[in-house]
């Protein structure tokens, strides 16, 4: 992988300026580092200064994005991942119609037999549901053991009417949401309008009056009165929404000199967030031939 590195540096050079034209290195660059302190606010300017003059100078903040140590490539783990939702409950008395699943193996085939085919975890338990026509907050719901790396997780909301257990009971769900909470901070990946939910059905439907979808709110219940002497299952199944570790790629530096740029003897740069760390410059000098480089580091501490 360095030697993938090296090879994106050199073409940096030719695309920045041409580089010397003789054949061979003499030295490795030269190039120290200094800060006039060790300990900066959030906010506050470092001032590097830079003694040597090397041909070309990169800068990694020590950042996440701008890390010396992930420049051959940085996987970003998996967050925690929370669900959130508001559900309410109206009319009749049928027990545990409304279900809460989780599924990393469904195939992404959207009919009733594949949805039914899939591995669908009962995560009901771990929400507070509404238990009248009041809206209700189901708590800040906590997925994260159930993510399986490589797999999308699809969620679906199911509504079971059961005519030998009573009357159904009309349910209905807003502003669910999808979190993840990694070292990048907190990331919104879906929500009620974006979790791409859709309606799919076992056993006889009606054409109106039963389940549906609004840009507010899904609508979970049975037939009407009339027509409700068969089992049904109603499955709200979201699109896959991706969960597990993510490849980000290679941090990348930021440029300080090319060869064509003049003696650069400081270089200024501001952290925004508190935090130690290592700020590297690498210095490069490279010939069409070859190229021999240094990297200089100064620790940080930065507070509030």
Known sequence: MKSKY??????????MASCDTSLN???DPDLTITTEKKEY??????????????????????????????????????????????TSVNYGVQPDQFSILVSTDFNGKYTIDDIKAATWTDITNRFTLATNATYISGGQVNVSDLVVDGKPMYFCLRY???PTKGTGRTWAIRDFAVKSNT???????????????????????????????????????????????????????????EVGSKDMGPDRP????????????????TYTTAGSYKARFVATNATIKEARTVVKEVDLEIVP
């Open 6 to 15: 090296y090879l994106v540096l050199l073409l940096g050079v030719f695309s």
């Open 25 to 27: 290195l003499e030295a």
């Open 254 to 269: 930021l440029n300080v000199k090319g060869y064509s740029d003049a003696h650069q003897d400081s270089y200024s740069y």
């Open 160 to 162: 079971i009417y059961d």
């Open 41 to 86: 606010k959030v906010g506050e300017e470092v001032n590097f200064q830079l003694t040597g003059n090397p041909g070309i100078i990169t800068f990694y903040s020590g950042e996440i994005g701008n890390d010396y140590d992930y420049r051959d490539g940085r996987t970003l783990p998996a967050g925690d991942i929370t669900v959130t939702m508001s």
């Open 183 to 241: 070292v990048l901070g907190l990331t919104t990946l879906a929500t009620q309008t974006t979790a791409g939910f859709g309606l799919y059905y076992y056993g006889p439907k009606e054409t109106t009056g039963r389940s549906g979808i609004t840009s507010t709110t899904i609508t979970l219940r049975s037939n009407a009165a009339g027509n409700t002497a068969d089992y049904t299952e109603d499955w709200c199944v979201s699109s896959g929404m």
